[in-house]
């Protein structure tokens, strides 16, 4: 088996480039260097990787399939592919990295998992992958969102996890990493915050790029099996970035490969607090222990963000997208709330699939791709499933696409 653990950036102080590091308090310093350690250990370990590629295949469903989206393909006059992370165990490509980080703590003999989530998809893999393992775990999300996914939320409880919420601010994701950083910091010794995508303080930014590269290292093989070549674009939607830079890392030595990153514009990029398009509109900053893109207010303070997705609305972004941006790889464009949830009803009725609200910001950003000219093929991250999101879909939007409200 190909070791997938092994990538050049960051360097061993966790940079990418400019962007990355660790500025945490010095209580956490030790900690992370421990969990540093545990990670090149267990990432050199044949014995790990063996477990972690048993449970990908028999536990998650892996290899996740490609699927020719063939309607949506003659519609469009550009050939869309779909990676199919909605079809994992849990329903989303969260998973990958929850399994990992779940393996990783029980190896470091700790007893509880915690993590922020925001769209549930998060913490119902990391729920998950506790049951599995066998440790507690704790979920913080914010109330907002606990009203919004509540399907994930009962899923988390009958999992055994605790849901606790953020009650401050927004009342989103962004409070949703406060409160468990807050939480973490009483007793980083018992328990293992399990960051869900490629930020916060190094070793996570690599730890679970690492981990979600199986998306672009099967894709790559797989669209090669079925096609005879590499795909010509990839999109994917950028949260804090796990699920795109799974797919592109297998891609970024592929010069005839066009990359690029969805961002959310919410309902309006022209106003503060109404996106989360960090990318696009924001500057180097250091949030949540890492320096990256990072939108900010007048006093240098994360920004207020929005998105439909819940997924999606965070003021900052993993720090290799940052480097990614900087240096010309990807490019980052960005999809409103309304293209988004066009996409969502377009894939469901032309392909018989229900996507995520966050994966139909990529959905969408490929057929505007589709309608600028480009041509060739679009390989399509389809991050996750769109259960979650339906009552909350049919209940705002319904009414636009002739449904009313069920209940
Ligand atoms: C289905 C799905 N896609 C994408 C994301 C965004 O996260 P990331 O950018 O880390 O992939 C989320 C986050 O909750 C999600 O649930």
Same mark, same amino acid.
């Given at each position: 088996?190909?070791?997938?653990? *092994?990538? $050049?950036?960051?360097?061993?102080?966790?940079?990418? !480039?400019?962007?990355?590091?660790?500025?945490?308090?010095?209580?956490?310093?030790?900690?992370?260097?421990?969990?540093?350690?545990?990670?090149?250990?267990?990432?050199?370990?044949? $014995?790990?990787?063996? *477990?972690? /590629?048993?449970?990908?295949?028999?536990?998650?469903?892996?290899?996740?399939?490609? @699927?020719? $989206?063939?309607?949506?393909?003659?519609?469009? !006059?550009?050939?869309? #592919?779909?990676?199919?992370?909605?079809?994992?165990?849990? !329903?989303?490509?969260?998973?990958?990295?929850?399994?990992? &980080? /779940?393996?990783?703590?029980?190896?470091?003999?700790?007893?509880?998992?915690?993590?922020?989530?925001?769209?549930?998809?998060?913490?119902?893999?990391?729920?998950?992958?506790?049951?599995?393992?066998?440790?507690?775990?704790?979920? #913080?999300? %914010?109330?907002?969102?606990?009203?919004?996914?509540?399907?994930?939320?009962?899923?988390?409880?009958?999992?055994?996890?605790?849901?606790?919420?953020?009650?401050?601010?927004?009342?989103?994701?962004?409070?949703?990493?406060?409160?468990? +950083?807050?939480?973490?910091?009483?007793?980083?010794?018992?328990?293992?915050?399990?960051? %869900?995508?490629?930020?916060?303080?190094?070793?996570?930014?690599?730890?679970?790029?690492? @981990?979600?590269?199986?998306? =672009?290292? &099967?894709?790559?093989?797989? @669209?090669?099996?079925?096609?005879?070549?590499?795909?010509?674009?990839?999109?994917?939607?950028? %949260?804090?970035?796990?699920?795109?830079?799974?797919?592109?890392?297998? +891609?970024?030595?592929?010069?005839?490969?066009?990359?690029? !990153?969805? &961002?959310?514009?919410?309902?309006?990029?022209?106003?503060? %607090? *109404?996106?989360?398009?960090?990318?696009?509109?924001?500057?180097?900053?250091?949030?949540?222990? @890492?320096?990256?893109?990072?939108?900010?207010?007048?006093?240098?303070?994360?920004? *207020?963000?929005?998105?439909?997705?819940?997924?999606?609305? #965070?003021?900052?972004?993993?720090?290799?997208?940052? #480097?990614?941006?900087?240096?010309?790889?990807?490019?980052? =464009?960005?999809?409103?709330?309304?293209?988004?949830?066009?996409?969502?009803?377009?894939?469901?009725?032309?392909?018989?699939?229900?996507? $995520?609200?966050?994966?139909?910001?990529?959905?969408?950003?490929?057929?505007?791709?589709? /309608?600028?000219?480009?041509?060739?093929?679009?390989?399509?991250?389809?991050?996750?499933?769109?259960?979650?999101?339906?009552?909350?879909?049919? &209940?705002?939007?319904?009414?636009?696409?002739?449904?009313?409200?069920?209940?």
């Amino acid at each position: 088996m190909k070791n997938t653990f *092994e990538h $050049a950036l960051p360097n061993s102080d966790g940079y990418f !480039g400019e962007y990355g590091g660790s500025f945490i308090p010095p209580e956490l310093e030790v900690i992370m260097k421990e969990i540093n350690q545990a990670y090149i250990e267990c990432s050199q370990d044949p $014995a790990f990787i063996a *477990e972690l /590629a048993h449970l990908y295949k028999h536990f998650v469903g892996r290899p996740s399939p490609i @699927f020719h $989206a063939e309607n949506l393909s003659r519609k469009h !006059g550009v050939d869309i #592919y779909l990676k199919r992370e909605d079809l994992n165990h849990t !329903g989303a490509h969260k998973i990958n990295h929850c399994l990992g &980080e /779940a393996l990783l703590a029980k190896k470091m003999g700790k007893k509880k998992l915690i993590a922020e989530t925001g769209a549930g998809q998060h913490g119902v893999a990391l729920a998950t992958a506790a049951a599995l393992v066998g440790l507690e775990c704790d979920i #913080y999300m %914010g109330e907002v969102d606990i009203a919004k996914e509540h399907p994930n939320v009962v899923r988390m409880r009958i999992l055994g996890a605790n849901v606790i919420p953020a009650t401050h601010g927004r009342k989103t994701l962004k409070e949703a990493v406060d409160a468990a +950083f807050e939480a973490y910091l009483k007793d980083p010794i018992t328990q293992l915050y399990a960051i %869900g995508s490629v930020v916060g303080p190094h070793p996570f930014p690599k730890m679970v790029r690492d @981990f979600q590269s199986i998306i =672009g290292n &099967e894709a790559r093989v797989q @669209f090669q099996e079925m096609t005879g070549r590499l795909p010509d674009n990839l999109v994917a939607c950028v %949260g804090g970035g796990s699920n795109a830079v799974g797919l592109f890392t297998a +891609f970024l030595g592929d010069e005839s490969v066009a990359i690029h !990153g969805v &961002e959310p514009a919410g309902r309006s990029l022209t106003e503060v %607090g *109404e996106h989360a398009a960090t990318l696009t509109l924001g500057e180097p900053g250091i949030m949540h222990g @890492f320096k990256s893109y990072m939108l900010k207010d007048g006093d240098g303070e994360p920004q *207020e963000v929005y998105s439909v997705a819940s997924g999606l609305d #965070y003021p900052s972004v993993g720090p290799q997208h940052a #480097y990614l941006k900087d240096s010309g790889r990807v490019n980052y =464009g960005t999809v409103n709330d309304d293209e988004a949830i066009d996409a969502f009803f377009e894939l469901s009725r032309e392909e018989g699939i229900i996507p $995520a609200i966050e994966s139909s910001h990529a959905v969408a950003y490929a057929l505007k791709l589709a /309608a600028s000219g480009v041509k060739g093929s679009i390989l399509i991250n389809l991050s996750g499933r769109g259960d979650k999101d339906i009552d909350f879909v049919v &209940e705002n939007y319904g009414h636009k696409y002739g449904i009313e409200t069920l209940v």
